[in-house]
C-alpha cells in the first residue's frame, strides 16, 4: 500500500523567512512519481511540481525548491523568503507506475502555511 | 481551453435526496476521477474512469455511483445523500495513468447534507 505523510499539520511563519514543508512517502514500487499541489483560500489545486523516481535532480524554481531523496523517502518543499501569497495547504501526492496505485493520486493529509506580514 | 469544469459550485441537500455533480473536460484526456477532500484528510479517490465505458472504484465508493458515456464527462451521483458525504468534490483528468502525467483539477464543488 502506498501512503503520504506530512507530519507538520500547520506551520506560521513571518514574511521573508524560509520555510520547509516535509514529506515522507511510502511505496514498493521502483518507478513511481511524487507530486506537490498547491490549495489556497479560494480553494482550487494549483499543480507545482511532478518528480520521477529516477530523477533525483533537486529543482528550483524562482522561491521554490524541492529536494527529492530517494534514500530517506522523502520530497522536501522549501519556500525562500516567504511572501503573503504563499498562504495555503499544500499537499505533497504519490502515483504509481503500474498496478492499482498507478489509477489514483495519494495525497498527504496537507500541510497548512500561514505567512504573517 | 475551459480545462476541467464542475457544477454547481455549491450545493445543499437534505439526507436522503439524491443530485448528480457534473464534470467535464475539453482537453480529450482518457483519465478521469473524482476525490473527496475532507478536513484534516487530504484528498481520497470516489471512482475514476480510463476511458469512456470503463469506470471503477477508489478508496471510498459507498453510496456514490458513476458512469462515463463520453471522453469529455464524467459524472458523479449521490443515491442517497447522508451528511457523511459533507465534502468538497474535486474531478481531476489526465492524459493517462502511470506516468508522470499531470492530473487537472476542476474547481471544487462543497456539498452540504443536513
Known amino acids: 500500500a502506498q501512503k503520504v505523510t506530512q507530519a507538520q499539520t500547520e506551520i506560521s511563519v513571518v514574511e521573508k523567512e524560509d520555510v520547509t514543508l516535509d514529506c515522507v512517502y511510502e511505496?514498493?514500487?521502483?518507478?513511481?512519481?511524487l507530486f506537490w499541489y498547491k490549495q489556497p483560500p479560494s480553494g482550487e489545486l494549483v499543480f507545482l511540481i511532478r518528480?520521477?523516481?529516477?530523477?533525483?535532480q533537486n529543482e528550483i524554481s524562482g522561491r521554490y525548491s524541492w529536494n527529492f531523496q530517494k534514500s530517506t523517502s522523502s520530497f522536501n518543499f522549501t519556500i525562500t523568503a516567504s511572501q503573503v501569497v504563499d498562504s495555503a495547504v499544500y499537499f505533497c501526492?504519490?502515483?504509481?507506475?503500474?498496478?492499482?496505485?498507478?489509477?489514483?493520486?495519494?495525497f498527504g493529509k496537507g500541510t497548512k502555511l500561514s505567512v504573517i506580514p | 481551453n475551459a480545462g476541467v469544469t464542475q457544477t454547481p459550485k455549491f450545493q445543499v441537500l437534505k439526507t436522503g435526496q439524491s443530485m448528480t455533480l457534473q464534470c467535464a473536460q475539453d482537453?480529450?484526456?482518457?483519465?478521469m476521477s473524482w476525490y473527496r477532500q475532507d478536513p484534516g484528510m487530504g484528498l481520497r479517490l470516489i471512482h475514476y474512469?480510463?476511458?469512456?465505458?470503463?469506470?471503477d472504484q477508489g478508496e471510498v465508493p459507498n453510496g456514490y455511483n458513476v458512469s462515463r458515456s463520453t471522453t469529455e464527462d464524467f459524472p458523479l451521483r449521490l443515491l442517497s445523500a447522508a451528511p457523511s458525504q459533507t465534502s468538497v468534490y474535486f474531478c481531476?483528468?489526465?492524459?493517462?495513468?502511470?506516468?508522470?502525467?499531470?492530473?487537472?483539477f476542476g474547481p471544487g464543488t462543497r456539498l452540504t447534507v443536513t
Open positions: 481531476a483528468s489526465s492524459y493517462g495513468t502511470g506516468q508522470s502525467y499531470e492530473q487537472y
Open positions: 511505496t514498493r514500487d521502483t518507478t513511481y512519481y
Open positions: 518528480r520521477n523516481s529516477f530523477d533525483e
Open positions: 501526492a504519490l502515483r504509481s507506475s503500474s498496478g492499482a496505485g498507478s489509477y489514483q493520486l495519494t
Open positions: 482537453m480529450n484526456h482518457e483519465y
Open positions: 474512469s480510463v476511458g469512456a465505458g470503463i469506470t
